[in-house]
């Protein structure tokens, strides 16, 4: 029996706006899309928060058994600048500036996306797919919309027609927005004068002569809309209808509303069952977000070279910070924050590494399998991660008290509060306990460097002094010199 048929979970659905049970399309098998990164620039702590709540989505629907495929793309062309429809490529702007390749930028940024990632202890999705490795889907994607009648082509480019859509659909299903209220709050044209309307929106792009990021079509050398790649991978993947649809809040309108209206146009069907939405990471009280220049790089976090902080904190710090929050919760950076997650995180690890210590009785003074069920009920009620973490503290003051002599656990008890623990913490929250990692990797090179010095104060007193220098004089080309004195050798290093 796989544990998902013992664990029933509820998700919030930004589509109906509560909480619904989780219940697959296929039993067994979840299909899951994520809107990966535009790849211009280098991710903040604003984009891995949301890419970090749905690891952990990832992570725990795979502990519970189910067959996952989790696609999370890489955007590498068509979203341009302000998320408008007209504009530079956002790729193709910082290739121009930096005068290289778009390619160049591409790969540059989708390398630094994974480095960071591993960092966080990510696991990596089931498939990467790129929307420049997906032009010709988007073509045929297109092709279907105008067959069945909601886009028409203008001058080589190609508008979704959002008003002839809402007369038999309800665009703004997923954001709540209607459509008469988005009519009266736009103003003029602006410059998008191909579109019958203003609210339409492009499904290609014909090319301007400096746009270099082109691609050939039945309508024009162009390029296609930001919101179809989402459509087309998704889909191609995950099949016409699949389980979950997920993605920062700020992508619900309009580019998920956008992707609905999409599949609904093309295939007759609503692409999503649960959409959900992770909540954005604040820093001062505005969106960390690259536009406006209030954001922080992961990279500074581990370094502590940032003003905001006033030391650095390990990649499993500041994945416990985020975690302590709900998925669905604003979250405020702030150094206090990451000080206060830092105790915390460190009183965990200390307890994980105590209950290997700990002496067992007959019996067991607290109920472990309770415990374990209140952990598994605040993973089920939407992800919760801040409830899990507040369960395994519960069990670290439990750790503490049989430590002091003060609470009891039998053999039995103490086996299953290990394999929970190790399960929440190290599969689920992807925790690492890096301090004693590189305190461990530390020792062993003390101990190969002592090793050596012994080797050395040998060679010497058999006055093989060629060995003797070499170790020394190889020793400090490695950042490591030896200091002889009176007292012996020791070392330091750079
Ligand atoms: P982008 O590369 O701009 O498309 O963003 C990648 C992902 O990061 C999207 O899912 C965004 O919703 C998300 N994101 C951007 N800014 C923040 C933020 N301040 N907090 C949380 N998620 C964010
Ligand atoms: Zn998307």
Redesign the pocket.
């Known amino acids: 029996m796989k544990l998902f048929q013992e664990q029933e979970i509820k998700i919030y659905n930004s589509l109906s706006g509560k909480k619904e049970t989780f219940t697959p399309i296929t039993e067994g098998y979840v299909g899951m899309y994520v ?4 790849v211009y620039s280098n991710v903040h702590l ?2 891995v ?3 970090m709540s749905f690891d952990t989505i990832f992570r725990y629907l795979k502990h519970l058994g189910y067959k996952v495929r989790y696609v999370r793309n890489i ?1 590498d062309a068509g ?1 341009l600048e302000n998320d408008a429809d007209v504009g530079e490529d956002r790729i193709a702007k910082k290739a121009r500036i930096e005068e290289i390749e778009p390619m160049e930028v591409v790969q540059r940024y989708t390398v630094d996306f994974h480095n960071i990632l591993n960092t966080f202890n990510f696991l990596p999705p089931s498939i990467e797919p790129t929307a420049t490795g997906h032009i010709i889907e988007q073509i045929e994607l297109i092709k279907s919309i105008i067959k069945n009648g909601f886009a028409y082509e203008v001058n080589g480019s190609v508008y979704f027609d959002v008003h002839k859509f809402d007369e038999t659909n309800n665009y703004g299903v997923l954001s709540k927005r209607k459509l008469d209220d988005l009519i009266h709050n736009t103003r003029g044209l602006e410059g998008q004068s191909d579109k019958k309307n203003p609210q339409d929106f492009a499904l290609w792009k014909k090319a301007e002569p400096q746009h270099i990021m082109r691609w050939p079509s039945p309508w024009s050398d162009g390029f296609p809309g930001w919101h179809l790649e989402c459509t087309a991978m998704s889909t191609k993947y995950l099949g016409d209808h699949f389980d979950i649809h997920g ?5 619900k309108f309009p580019h998920h509303e956008c992707e609905i209206a999409q599949n609904k146009a093309a295939k007759g069907q609503a692409p999503v069952n649960f959409w959900m939405h ?1 909540n ?3 820093m001062n009280g505005k ?3 690259k536009s406006t220049g209030n954001f922080i790089l992961p990279t500074e976090i581990f370094t502590g070279n940032n003003p905001h902080i006033t030391k650095s904190f390990t990649p499993s710090v500041a994945r416990f910070f985020m975690l302590q929050a709900h998925y669905r919760s604003i979250l405020d950076f702030t150094n206090n924050g990451l000080l206060a997650s830092e105790k915390g995180f460190n009183r965990l690890m200390d307890a994980v590494k105590g209950i290997d210590t700990l002496q067992t009785t007959n019996s067991t003074s607290f109920n472990v399998l309770d415990w374990k069920k209140k952990c598994y009920d605040a993973m089920n009620d939407d992800f919760n991660t801040p409830i899990l973490i507040a369960n395994l503290f519960e069990a670290a003051k439990h750790v503490n008290q049989i430590k002091e002599g003060k609470a009891t656990i039998s053999a039995k008890d103490l086996e299953l509060l290990k394999s929970t623990m190790h399960t929440f913490v190290f599969d689920v929250l992807a925790l690492k306990d890096q301090a004693s990692e590189i305190d461990s990797k530390s020792n062993k090179l003390s101990g190969t460097v002592e090793l050596l010095i012994k080797l050395r104060q040998e060679a010497r007193a058999n006055k093989n002094f060629n060995l003797s220098d070499k170790i020394r004089d190889e020793l400090l080309e490695m950042g490591i010199q030896l200091n002889d004195s009176k007292e012996g050798t020791s070392f330091s290093t750079n």
Do not use: E, S, V
């Open positions: 809107c990966g990164p535009t604003g984009n928060r949301t890419f955007t979203h993605g920062g809040m700020d992508l992770a954005m990471l604040i969106k960390m977000a």
